[in-house]
């Protein structure tokens, strides 16, 4: 569903359940709340709305408002809206395929339910619930007791005795949810009908919603639980320190001494104190977790914060990613190294807006097919963005379950991996699977560390950890031997006369493609044999200094490079070419010429700031590059 008209403003009041004051640029307007729930968590001073301009002059309101922004989420609190949705959702086949019938509104007994479905097999009478209300993650239903909610509940357990099929639906009103759950505190008899009504055959469903300032549609699948501490089967098994285990938070299929019983409960109260605040956890859309998740690989997390929020800010979602150019998503990327993330994130963004509408996958099945996304990285955004209970593996968790098993296998054997993904998905809490799979990398990030000794006090598995009992930590993961890395001789030049320096464009595929680079030659070349060579492409050297040398290693490969600035007479005008060469003004690099970090230790002598030490918060003395040469 969508909205025509949207405006933005800032809440001031509500002084009662029908109106509220917003100041819409500068001046205050009495607007039209649609929805007549408390919404007290959602409507606090100075939070962002956002309005429908009504098309009718003759209204004594001329808005109504219909989301607001709360932590890093935006909600719909239109009450109208998990309807409309719903019944779009319903006639694309998201309950019921082939659909034959849809009726909205329609009288059973003494209630009048949202829908009445019907399939060439089924037919069902179906309640809608619109949900805005959330903690941690976490939706919960009502804000507020409501009778009638219980009532619609008692009518759908009698239509289900009397031969019909009958389901309740929760539309999550917001993104990035992880479970929904009956309001236990707020009214325990509603959740205890709920409860009535699943062990009578009657379905419930939970599903959230893609919502932007202007539209709302169900997207994804939300796990519903009914009591406030599910009730799991008790697992016990023998720990090596001979510890009995129950209570377990999941279904423990595994039945030998080295599987992952007791991991979860101790695990996810340890993240529940110790995790820490992301920028892309705190509002984990599939959008930011994607992106996020894809910076994260073979990449810091202190280095990525700064280059995802400002990712986000210029390409905020999959439209203007999949239409940005080439030369300004490597700009943005400039710094991260391995740059075919940021053309297979492109590539993924156009693929998503071809064959889904515009819209990220929920499955990792689905997610597996786009380019640049691979196991690891289709569990993450489905366990974290829409809470399926799948696996996420990296280095990090490969590591942690390797100590915690002492498995001398080859964690990096792909057979290895996709063990012990089943052994993590047997064990994972269904309800949090997000938060589990976060967990595991959280602990190998910051306490079962790769290199030097692991901070074992910290450990939430400190007694049950068999590498560490046995004091064997270092150990393990055990790996293949690396194969040695080539390494490549080269002689790196920055030229430049008066006003301009020389750059040319790395060609359109093989490593750093489509990147700008300084002039260079394989090779170590002499100060003679720099000059011959300058003079042969029709420039005319004036000096030449030889620069500190340089190293940079990549993956298979290490860079072995010395350097010369050599200055010229004169160069050809700006946006001339000479020999493959592009004479440019050094301070456009900044802004339009994607550099790799491969040349940081040359960029200097041109004054150019490679990607995150241009963006730093220091005093200009700090950030910028000195100027060098003496010419």
């Given at each position: 569903?969508?909205?025509?008209?949207?405006?933005?403003?800032?809440?001031?009041?509500?002084?009662?359940?029908?109106?509220?004051?917003?100041?819409?640029?500068?001046?205050?307007?009495?607007?039209?709340?649609?929805?007549?729930?408390?919404?007290?968590?959602?409507?606090?001073?100075?939070?962002?709305?956002?309005?429908?301009?009504?098309?009718?002059?003759?209204?004594?309101?001329?808005?109504?408002?219909?989301?607001?922004?709360?932590?890093?989420?935006?909600?719909?609190?239109?009450?109208?809206?998990?309807?409309?949705?719903?019944?779009?959702?319903?006639?694309?086949?998201?309950?019921?395929?082939?659909?034959?019938?849809?009726?909205?509104?329609?009288?059973?007994?003494?209630?009048?339910?949202?829908?009445?479905?019907?399939?060439?097999?089924?037919?069902?009478?179906?309640?809608?619930?619109?949900?805005?209300?959330?903690?941690?993650?976490?939706?919960?239903?009502?804000?507020?007791?409501?009778?009638?909610?219980?009532?619609?509940?008692?009518?759908?357990?009698?239509?289900?005795?009397?031969g019909y099929e009958a389901g309740i639906l929760f539309v999550v009103q917001m993104e990035g949810i992880r479970r929904f759950t009956p309001n236990w505190e707020t009214q325990p008899a509603f959740a205890q009908a709920l409860e009535r009504a699943q062990e009578a055959g009657v379905a419930i469903y939970a599903r959230g919603c893609?919502?932007?300032?202007?539209?709302?549609?169900?997207?994804?699948?939300?796990?519903?639980?009914?009591?406030?501490?599910?009730?799991?089967?008790?697992?016990?098994i023998q720990t090596a320190k001979g510890r009995s285990m129950a209570d377990r938070p999941a279904v423990c299929e595994a039945d030998n001494n080295e599987n992952l019983c007791d991991i979860a409960q101790p695990l996810l109260k340890w993240y529940d104190g110790h995790r820490r605040v992301l920028p892309w956890r705190e509002n984990?859309?599939?959008?930011?977790?994607?992106?996020?998740?894809?910076?994260?690989?073979?990449?810091?997390?202190?280095?990525?914060?700064?280059?995802?929020?400002?990712?986000?800010?210029?390409?905020?979602?999959?439209?203007?990613?999949?239409?940005?150019?080439?030369?300004?998503?490597?700009?943005?990327?400039?710094?991260?190294?391995?740059?075919?993330?940021?053309?297979?994130?492109?590539?993924?963004?156009?693929?998503?807006?071809?064959?889904?509408?515009?819209?990220?996958?929920?499955?990792?099945?689905?997610?597996?097919?786009?380019?640049?996304?691979?196991?690891?990285?289709?569990?993450?955004?489905?366990?974290?963005?829409?809470?399926?209970?799948?696996?996420?593996?990296?280095?990090?968790?490969?590591?942690?379950?390797?100590?915690?098993?002492?498995?001398?296998?080859?964690?990096?054997?792909?057979?290895?991996?996709?063990?012990?993904?089943?052994?993590?998905?047997?064990?994972?809490?269904?309800?949090?699977?997000?938060?589990?799979?976060?967990?595991?990398?959280?602990?190998?990030?910051?306490?079962?560390?790769?290199?030097?000794?692991?901070?074992?006090?910290?450990?939430?598995?400190?007694?049950?950890?068999?590498?560490?009992?046995?004091?064997?930590?270092?150990?393990?993961?055990?790996?293949?031997?690396?194969?040695?890395?080539?390494?490549?001789?080269?002689?790196?030049?920055?030229?430049?006369?008066?006003?301009?320096?020389?750059?040319?464009?790395?060609?359109?595929?093989?490593?750093?493609?489509?990147?700008?680079?300084?002039?260079?030659?394989?090779?170590?070349?002499?100060?003679?044999?720099?000059?011959?060579?300058?003079?042969?492409?029709?420039?005319?050297?004036?000096?030449?200094?030889?620069?500190?040398?340089?190293?940079?290693?990549?993956?298979?490969?290490?860079?072995?490079?010395?350097?010369?600035?050599?200055?010229?007479?004169?160069?050809?005008?700006?946006?001339?070419?000479?020999?493959?060469?592009?004479?440019?003004?050094?301070?456009?690099?900044?802004?339009?010429?994607?550099?790799?970090?491969?040349?940081?230790?040359?960029?200097?002598?041109?004054?150019?700031?490679?990607?995150?030490?241009?963006?730093?918060?220091?005093?200009?003395?700090?950030?910028?590059?000195?100027?060098?040469?003496?010419?």
């Amino acid at each position: 569903m969508k909205y025509k008209d949207i405006v933005k403003g800032t809440f001031i009041e509500r002084p009662n359940r029908f109106i509220a004051y917003v100041e819409i640029d500068g001046r205050q307007e009495k607007v039209h709340v649609k929805n007549t729930g408390r919404c007290r968590e959602l409507l606090q001073k100075g939070v962002t709305v956002y309005l429908e301009k009504s098309g009718n002059p003759g209204r004594k309101t001329a808005y109504d408002l219909v989301a607001v922004e709360k932590g890093g989420l935006l909600v719909n609190m239109d009450s109208a809206a998990p309807n409309l949705a719903a019944g779009e959702w319903l006639a694309s086949g998201g309950l019921l395929a082939p659909v034959k019938l849809i009726k909205p509104e329609c009288t059973y007994g003494n209630s009048r339910f949202d829908f009445y479905v019907e399939s060439e097999a089924v037919k069902m009478w179906l309640e809608v619930k619109g949900v805005t209300l959330e903690t941690q993650r976490t939706a919960l239903f009502p804000d507020a007791p409501s009778l009638r909610a219980l009532k619609h509940v008692e009518e759908l357990i009698q239509a289900k005795e009397n031969g019909y099929e009958a389901g309740i639906l929760f539309v999550v009103q917001m993104e990035g949810i992880r479970r929904f759950t009956p309001n236990w505190e707020t009214q325990p008899a509603f959740a205890q009908a709920l409860e009535r009504a699943q062990e009578a055959g009657v379905a419930i469903y939970a599903r959230g919603c893609h919502v932007t300032q202007d539209s709302m549609e169900i997207s994804y699948e939300i796990p519903v639980v009914l009591k406030p501490e599910a009730k799991k089967q008790e697992c016990f098994i023998q720990t090596a320190k001979g510890r009995s285990m129950a209570d377990r938070p999941a279904v423990c299929e595994a039945d030998n001494n080295e599987n992952l019983c007791d991991i979860a409960q101790p695990l996810l109260k340890w993240y529940d104190g110790h995790r820490r605040v992301l920028p892309w956890r705190e509002n984990p859309a599939p959008y930011r977790v994607w992106v996020s998740e894809i910076m994260l690989q073979q990449t810091r997390v202190e280095a990525v914060k700064p280059y995802f929020e400002r990712f986000m800010e210029a390409l905020p979602g999959i439209p203007e990613l999949a239409q940005a150019p080439e030369d300004k998503l490597l700009k943005l990327w400039e710094g991260l190294g391995y740059y075919n993330r940021a053309r297979n994130l492109q590539k993924a963004a156009q693929a998503i807006m071809a064959e889904y509408g515009g819209r990220m996958p929920d499955s990792r099945e689905e997610l597996l097919k786009l380019p640049g996304i691979g196991s690891y990285t289709a569990g993450a955004v489905a366990s974290i963005a829409y809470g399926r209970a799948v696996p996420a593996v990296d280095g990090n968790v490969l590591r942690v379950i390797s100590r915690y098993r002492a498995d001398g296998r080859d964690m990096l054997n792909d057979k290895v991996r996709k063990s012990v993904e089943e052994d993590l998905k047997a064990v994972m809490p269904k309800d949090r699977a997000g938060d589990f799979n976060q967990a595991l990398m959280e602990l190998g990030a910051i306490v079962c560390i790769p290199n030097g000794a692991p901070k074992c006090g910290e450990c939430p598995w400190e007694a049950s950890c068999k590498a560490h009992i046995e004091g064997r930590e270092t150990e393990f993961p055990k790996k293949a031997a690396k194969k040695a890395r080539s390494i490549e001789k080269k002689t790196i030049l920055v030229i430049q006369d008066a006003m301009r320096a020389a750059i040319r464009k790395r060609p359109t595929k093989g490593m750093l493609a489509g990147m700008y680079e300084f002039p260079s030659e394989e090779g170590h070349l002499s100060q003679e044999e720099v000059l011959a060579l300058l003079k042969e492409k029709g420039l005319h050297p004036l000096r030449i200094q030889k620069l500190p040398d340089s190293r940079h290693v990549f993956t298979h490969k290490e860079w072995d490079m010395i350097g010369y600035a050599v200055r010229v007479d004169e160069l050809e005008p700006v946006g001339g070419t000479q020999e493959g060469l592009l004479f440019i003004e050094p301070s456009l690099t900044e802004k339009e010429y994607p550099i790799p970090s491969a040349y940081a230790a040359y960029t200097g002598y041109l004054q150019i700031r490679l990607g995150n030490d241009k963006f730093e918060e220091k005093n200009e003395e700090g950030t910028k590059a000195k100027q060098i040469l003496p010419f």
